[in-house]
Each structure stands twice: as structure tokens, then as C-alpha cells.
């Protein structure tokens, strides 16, 4: 089936630096989409991308829908604290009555004030 | 609005028992996702109704799970006999713009020992 790579797996910042993480796909999507999960808690969307190219933000947040449609990025500018958490990738075909979303394996982010 | 509810929140059986999770959806959402999510990973499509329908169970190990969403609102899904590898949190996510617009529950979190 369909697999995202995500990178980095992990990573370590101190506050107020800025962060950034990618996703790659072995197959074409039409939509990106980017989740934080808190542990206990389910993933929330951060942002959504639609079309190939399209560069959204979100706050402090901006994420790119790379233009072979099969990679995406995201960055988080002078990161706090909170941001501390997980950040998936995932990608869906939308289109008739499909909609299921294939996720990366997550990015884990600890943040040092 | 009232989020995705799920319960219970945690459960610990023993394997080759059953266990059962409920989900209610954001109100007026028509289609319906189960997710399992494996420690350490991004979650994994198990099945996906659309109101009382089966749109999509290729994933959903059919010897031991079952899932049903008889009037097109809660829905619960089961494992029976439980294994050991379905130790996983069990999301559940709903939407009403055909995929787009996903809100995730908090999920329960199971642990066959």
C-alpha cells in the first residue's frame, strides 16, 4: 500500500528556533494535510493544502504542497514550549466517497525553554 | 460544537478475550473512520462507513474485527479474540464534507497482555 516517509523522526530545539520537517510519497495525493497530536489526545488539523505548489500559514506555522504532488513540508517559525508534541503528515485522494487519510510515522518535537 | 466521543478512554484484557469500542460522532457528520495506531506510528485506516454503509474494510483484519454503524450515527467496533500486536490507541474520526474536515476523537487505548 501506499507509504509516507517522514523525516526527521525526532528532533530537539531550544525555544525561539525555527523547525522544519518533511514528508515524501511514493504515490501522487491531491490534498496534504498536517496533524499535532498531544499525547493522550487525538491528532488536530494544523493545515490543510489543496493544490500542487500552494504555500499556506497558519500563525507561526506555513506548509508547502510540493509541486509533484507527492511531498509536502512544514515549517514552525521561533518555536514555544508549546509546540511541543507530534506532527503527522498525511495524505488523501479526495474524490467520490473516498476520503481516508495515509499518515507518516510522525515527528516527534521537544522544545528546551 | 461537541467533539467526537469515544469510550472508554482505556482498557487492559487478556489475549483471546473481546473488547469492544464506541464511538459518537460530531453530530450530522455522515461518514464514519475507525483508526489504530500503534505506538511510535502514524494511524492506519481500518474502516470507513459512509452514514450506515461500508465504504472501505480492505485494511480491517476480518477474522477478529468487526465493525457496525447500524442507524448511521454511533458506531462500535470489535475485537474478539484479541492478540497480543493489537495493543494500539483506536481512533475514530468523523467528517462531513466527503473527507474533508476530518475531527478525530481522543481515542482508547488498549492493552492485550
Known amino acids: 500500500g501506499q507509504q509516507l516517509n517522514q523525516s526527521p523522526q525526532s528532533m530537539f530545539i531550544q525555544e525561539g528556533e525555527d523547525v522544519s520537517m518533511n514528508c515524501t510519497s511514493s504515490?501522487?495525493?491531491?490534498?496534504w494535510l498536517w496533524y499535532k497530536q498531544d499525547p493522550g489526545e487525538g491528532p488536530v488539523l494544523l493545515i490543510a493544502?489543496?493544490?500542487?505548489?500552494e504555500l499556506t500559514s497558519n500563525g507561526r506555522l506555513t506548509a508547502q504542497f510540493g509541486i509533484t504532488r507527492k511531498d509536502s513540508f512544514l515549517n514552525i517559525s521561533a518555536s514555544i514550549p508549546s509546540d511541543v508534541g507530534i506532527y503527522f503528515c498525511?495524505?488523501?485522494?479526495?474524490?467520490?466517497?473516498?476520503?481516508?487519510?495515509?499518515f507518516g510515522k510522525g515527528t516527534k518535537l521537544s522544545v528546551k525553554p | 460544537e461537541a467533539g467526537v466521543a469515544q469510550s472508554p478512554r482505556y482498557k487492559i484484557i487478556e489475549k483471546r478475550q473481546s473488547v469492544a469500542f464506541w464511538c459518537n460522532p460530531i453530530?450530522?457528520?455522515?461518514?464514519l473512520y475507525w483508526y489504530q495506531q500503534i505506538l511510535g506510528q502514524g494511524p492506519k485506516l481500518l474502516i470507513q462507513?459512509?452514514?450506515?454503509?461500508?465504504?472501505?474494510d480492505s485494511q480491517l483484519p476480518k477474522d477478529r474485527f468487526s465493525a457496525e454503524r447500524l442507524k448511521g450515527v454511533d458506531s462500535t467496533l470489535k475485537i474478539q479474540p484479541a492478540k497480543l500486536e493489537d495493543s494500539a490507541v483506536y481512533l475514530c474520526?468523523?467528517?462531513?464534507?466527503?473527507?474533508?474536515?476530518?475531527?478525530f476523537g481522543s481515542g482508547t487505548r488498549l492493552t492485550v497482555v
Open positions: 474520526a468523523s467528517t462531513n464534507r466527503g473527507g474533508l474536515g476530518y475531527t
Open positions: 504515490s501522487i495525493f491531491n490534498t
Open positions: 493544502l489543496y493544490k500542487a505548489g
Open positions: 498525511a495524505g488523501m485522494n479526495y474524490g467520490g466517497s473516498q476520503g481516508n487519510l495515509i
Open positions: 453530530s450530522g457528520h455522515a461518514t
Open positions: 462507513f459512509q452514514n450506515n454503509g461500508v465504504v472501505d
